[in-house]
């Protein structure tokens, strides 16, 4: 009986041993995270890449190039926006504003009843979100408007902020800390455009 209960001493000792072991610490004794805050994934950065490639951001952030199956994402343009250099095409603005919507064949650009918005640059160049604060960026998801400051003009369609706000801030922060490691491209992106008049 003395040696069972030494047996299970030992065992009991050497597992609780072996939890403590593998539970990193850092230098003031706190548990250094574990990944399952980032929603799973290794580091914020990668939630936050997750993110933004499964939610579409690219669609009308990234300028397309076409191919024979049609338009695909300019990897070399990342996230850039609507190219500064590239005028919309020559369309009837009065009849689209009528009928609904028209996207440019860079899917960056487009025009409908409030005018022509631009897809905006979200590189880290200072062209970009580069200055950017991570305050600014929520607030301006959360409240639709540009630049993060308040009284700002308000974001345009397609951009869909009153679903993107309902983000949480730690996916928020995601994001915006993955946007901040993206290749800096400068593109000063066109300011928008009112609707056209007769």
């Not at 990944?35 to 950065?45: I, K, N």
């Not at 690219?58 to 250099?85: F, R």
């Not at 397609?158 to 490691?181: G, Q, R």
Request: proline fraction near 9%; charged fraction near 20%.
């Amino acid at each position: 009986m003395k040696r069972i209960s030494i047996t299970a001493g030992m065992f009991i000792t050497a597992v609780l041993l072996f939890t403590q072991c593998t539970d990193e610490k850092k230098d003031d004794n706190t548990m250094v995270p574990t990944g399952s805050e980032f929603g799973g994934y290794g580091s914020q950065v990668n939630w936050g890449e997750h993110i933004v490639l499964s939610g579409g951001c690219g669609d009308c952030h990234t300028p397309k190039k076409m191919t024979a199956q049609g338009p695909v994402d300019d990897s070399s343009l990342l996230l850039s926006g609507h190219p500064a250099q590239m005028p919309i095409p020559p369309v009837d603005r009065l009849d689209l504003q009528a009928k609904g919507v028209f996207a440019s064949q860079t899917l960056t650009a487009w025009v409908g009843p409030w005018g022509v918005s631009f897809s905006a640059n979200l590189t880290s160049d200072s062209t970009g979100i580069g200055p950017w604060k991570e305050d600014q960026f929520i607030y301006a998801v959360r409240h639709g408007v540009t630049k993060g400051i308040a009284g700002s003009r308000p974001m345009l369609p397609p951009m869909p902020w009153h679903s993107i706000k309902n983000f949480s801030d730690d996916e928020l922060k995601a994001i915006f800390a993955y946007l901040k490691t993206v290749k800096p491209i400068k593109n000063a992106v066109p300011a928008p455009m009112p609707p056209a008049s007769k």
